[in-house]
């Protein structure tokens, strides 16, 4: 994991240094005199490649074909516009929101363009994608992070969550970009196994510690599930309650274990970009309901420093609890509660 650290710092230079610094004495002064206005560019982007997908997956948008937004593809020229506009500033980068980036014929070739920029890239893919051809072509792209999402060791435990997923193709996938990094002499993409620990599958997890190992991947990290109608129970609320982000509070009752504070890092240090430009302002916005602008029509600074995503940042500073995607967070205070 050093050296995916030493990868990142290797990418700062002193105009993101001087935009970060004040970014956060910016969200220090929010929280103390209550204002909402950003005075600094965000330091961390997600942007969607597409919100296509070749699973099922039962908590997400992407595998309930549930959006409300359709369905389509980034265009490039809207992607190079927008690196053109804040990539000098741009720390990190998300090559994800919903669906499988792997699916947009010029994912790779986005990457390679942030990638000649200078900032940090990553993404998070199923792997049913990753052949050899795009092992290669993905090293070669420069992508400093690669998050392969496993969550199960056996085929039969796997698919309860990855619905319609082949874990063969997983395995073969890791193999592949792994073997790639090799023969490029490559340090990067630092790769991750990522697995969602639910109820199907926590009995695996000491498995999957010896399966990342086995297979040499960089780190392994477990991750818990965010659960929609979570008030009455779920079957996929993991008996382990280290690894669930909801409680029990009454008989057949649960509630989201963290408080609702009035402040949310996320607001000012980060944003996401859908596939057809909307900029909304936190990952949970998964039907973009928030939608503070569009890169397509306005340039991000417009959008970034609008009237419509001061006035948001100043309902959330507000209550919380009244704008309804935040309802289901467990993101955004961790630094800062």
Known sequence: M?????????????????????????????????SAQAKYLPVALAV??????????????????????PTGMLRKDMFEKLMDEIGDTLMYLTFYFQGEPYLHKDFLGMVEKATKKGIYTSTSTNAHYLHYDNALATVKSGLDRLIISIDGTTQDVYT????????????????????????????????????????????????????????????????????????????????????????????????????????????????????????VPCCFDKDAEYRMGNVSEKSFNEV???????????????GRKHIEMCKNCTEGTKIWG
Request: with cysteine; hydrophobic share 35%.
């Open 2 to 34: 050093w050296r995916d650290k030493i990868n990142f710092l290797s990418k700062l230079t002193p105009k993101r240094v001087s935009n970060a610094l004040g970014l956060v004495s910016s969200f220090a002064m929010s929280r103390w005199n209550k």
């Open 48 to 69: 969607e490649p597409t919100t296509s997908c070749n699973l099922r997956c039962p908590e997400c948008p992407s595998g309930l074909r549930s959006f409300t937004r």
């Open 160 to 279: 309860q969550y990855r619905v319609g997923g082949n874990l063969n193709k997983v395995l073969e996938g890791t193999k592949n970009i792994i073997r790639a990094k090799k023969e490029l002499n490559s340090r990067t993409p630092h790769v991750i196994f990522q697995f969602l620990v639910v109820k199907p599958n926590e009995h695996q997890m000491a498995e999957v510690k010896a399966l990342a190992k086995d297979l040499g991947v960089d780190e392994l990290r477990f991750k818990t599930a965010q659960i929609y109608d979570y008030e009455n129970g779920s079957e996929l609320i993991p008996e382990n309650d280290r690894f669930s982000r909801y409680q029990r509070v009454g008989e057949g009752k649960w509630a989201i274990k963290n408080k609702l504070i009035d402040h949310c890092w996320k607001m000012w240090h980060s944003a996401v970009v859908t596939w057809d430009g909307i900029v």
């Open 304 to 318: 970034w420093f609008s009237s419509t995503y001061t006035k948001f940042r100043a309902q959330l500073i507000k």
